[in-house]
């Protein structure tokens, strides 16, 4: 595992953003599968400012000190290695008209290392069932969601690159407010990272 000296000290100041007790783990997907979702997802919403990535842990407030809860991340990935992820189709959640890519491979991984860490500092009652995924856009008009999807499908099946991804590296990430409005008249926000860590070899 390689993850420095106090990784939690990385953290880069974004100019006027507040930060808010809402956290995440993610695993960020690589070049160039990643660059190509980032550009779909830009695309798709053009507010969008994340990076496409698997969440393992989806957001949630954390109890007592941030430290700890990234000790307990710590823990986790000295135990458990490095796992493969295949994407499979879009799909949309119904209840959120959330766009997504599914997965056909990696999903029970991810599901253990959920219940691995959704307890002491990083518990949390999810609002949903934890659905392994990759999101490609949320927050739009309803009335947009047949032509995004369109969209979305029709890129995706113009893609030739390869298909998966190692998740290897896990990135803490906390999320900030920052000054202004969304075009749908949300308060802007945007995740910072924290820190990252390696995976077992």
Known sequence: MACGLDPLHLVQGVPGAVPVNLYALVGYIPAPLGDFL????????????????????????????????????????????????????????????????????GSSELRRIHALLNHDSLGFDEPFPYHPHITLAQKFPPGDLPRLREIAVSA??????????????????????????????????????????????
């Open 38 to 105: 980032d550009g779909l997802r830009a695309q798709l919403v053009p507010d969008c400012r994340l990076r496409s990535h698997v969440s393992l842990l989806p957001p949630r407030p954390i109890t007592g000190a941030r430290d700890a809860a990234w000790r307990q991340i710590l823990q986790m990935a000295e135990r458990n290695p490095s796992f493969h992820i295949q994407l499979g189709n879009i799909e949309v959640f119904e209840e959120t008209s959330v766009i997504y890519v599914s997965l056909d491979s």
């Open 156 to 201: 995706w099946a113009g893609y030739a690159g390869l298909r998966s991804f190692d998740v290897d590296m896990i990135t803490f990430v906390q999320n900030s407010l920052l000054p202004g409005i969304e075009a749908n008249g949300a308060p802007c926000n945007t995740w910072i990272d924290l820190a990252e860590c390696r995976m077992a070899r």
